[in-house]
């Protein structure tokens, strides 16, 4: 019964932020905090889920924010990432996103007006433009992009190896990767189940680029940095 409640909410939630951000960005359409704001509302959600946050920020991902952009990755696992990833989302920040998400009824149409990037991952030609088009709103806008370097959910495979998309924009932009790690959380939240335990998500250090090593390269090293957080943090999570 706990389940249906929580699903039952889940949607009216998902229905009504829509609509109420639809309306914000219609009011204020691709504003650079739209994404922050709404982003914000479904962080609120990981409680009902049964979930308590614990968000990290190391010091100099914090004076980065403050700083200038950035280009933010992150590990992508299932879909309640919904409700907890976006907690960290910060100010002057929108997301890449696959260009499916446009076809969803209001989340596509709220996900586009709000400033977020669609990519066509089926066309690598319109693909590299888009990367192109977010190191512009880098440049240009002076706004942060939110990447999912997976490309797709892991659903309990472990960090799956990363595409190299984030780093090209990040070079050509000329601005760090900042990592964003969660704990797993594959099979550990059950909706039937009114506590769901605690999630750590921390924001590393930021990661210069050099221009000398090549975006696959780059991928690869912030590979390991990140697969070797998440082992801290799943044990972090035993032991508690």
Known sequence: MLAVIRVFIMLMFILFSCIFGLLLSIVRPFHPNNVHII???????????????????????????????????????????????????????????????????????????????????????????????????????????????????????????????????????DVPIIPVCMNTTHKTIKLNRWDNGTIYIEMLAPIPLDKEISAREHAKSVHSIMAAKITELDAQVREK
């Open 39 to 173: 982003a914000g509302w479904f962080g609120s959600m990981a409680k009902m889920i049964g979930v308590k946050l614990v968000l990290t920020r190391h010091k100099d991902a914090i004076d980065a924010i403050d700083a200038g952009p950035a280009v933010y990755v992150a590990n992508h696992q299932n879909s309640y990432d919904l409700f907890t990833v976006p907690a960290m989302v910060p100010k002057n920040c929108v997301s890449l996103g696959k260009k499916s998400l446009k076809w969803i009824p209001f989340f596509g149409q709220l996900y586009w007006l709000s400033g977020n990037i669609l990519i066509d991952r089926s066309n690598r030609s319109k693909a590299a433009g888009t990367i192109s088009k977010a190191a512009e709103k880098i440049k240009n806008n002076g706004l942060s992009v939110w990447m999912f370097p997976e490309g797709t959910r892991s659903y309990g495979r472990g960090l799956l190896p990363f595409k190299t998309g984030a780093f090209h924009t990040a070079m050509s932009a």
